[in-house]
């Protein structure tokens, strides 16, 4: 009925405003109620959480413990006190950084999440130092030690049988 509306930069509120009057001005309605919710909101949340994924949000907003309490919370090995929030505005990324343990991420422009921000839970150092070993060196290891250990016993058996037959 009204057509195409340009909606970027503008709020729930104001788009229900902007649609009311044009109702009423074209003459649809007299007196609308316009109710405004995003279909599509998501929200990626990856790093050290538990479940990382897509989340996708039934309300009109969600806030960042909201968001990681969905995914199962950040795991041990996850820095609670560096979680960035990746956001594009005017159609370029801006990186927030929120520490979770302190007051200030509740005045944080980060804490209420925007459609399609990704939340990225950096991972502590300890983790860091394990993710640059090897993973596959624990298994190397147990392998060299069975193999030395079967050498072991064969040679071991060998002696004792010649030391038997010699006796």
């Given at each position: 009925v009204l057509g195409k509306i340009h909606v970027a930069c503008l709020t729930h509120t104001e788009l229900a405003s902007l649609?009311?009057?044009r109702l009423i001005k074209e003459g649809h309605i007299k007196d609308p109620v316009v109710t405004v919710k995003l279909l599509n909101f998501r929200v990626c949340v990856i790093g050290e959480v538990t479940r990382p994924g897509m989340l996708h949000v039934d309300g009109d907003r969600m806030t960042i413990f909201e968001a990681l309490s969905s995914v199962g919370d950040v795991t041990m090995y996850g820095q609670r006190k560096n979680v960035t929030v990746i956001r594009e505005e005017d159609g370029q990324r801006i990186l927030g950084t929120l520490?979770?343990?302190?007051?200030?991420?509740?005045?944080s422009p980060y804490y209420f999440l925007h459609q399609n921000d990704?939340?990225?839970v950096e991972p502590n150092k300890r983790k860091k130092r394990?993710?640059?070993r090897d993973p596959m060196i624990m298994t190397y290891i147990s392998s060299g030690v069975s193999i030395i250990s079967v050498l072991t016993s064969a040679?071991?058996?060998?002696?004792?049988t010649k030391y038997y037959y010699n006796n």
């Open positions: 649609i009311e009057n520490d979770l343990t302190s007051q200030n991420v509740f005045s990704v939340v990225y394990n993710a640059e040679f071991y058996y060998y002696i004792m």
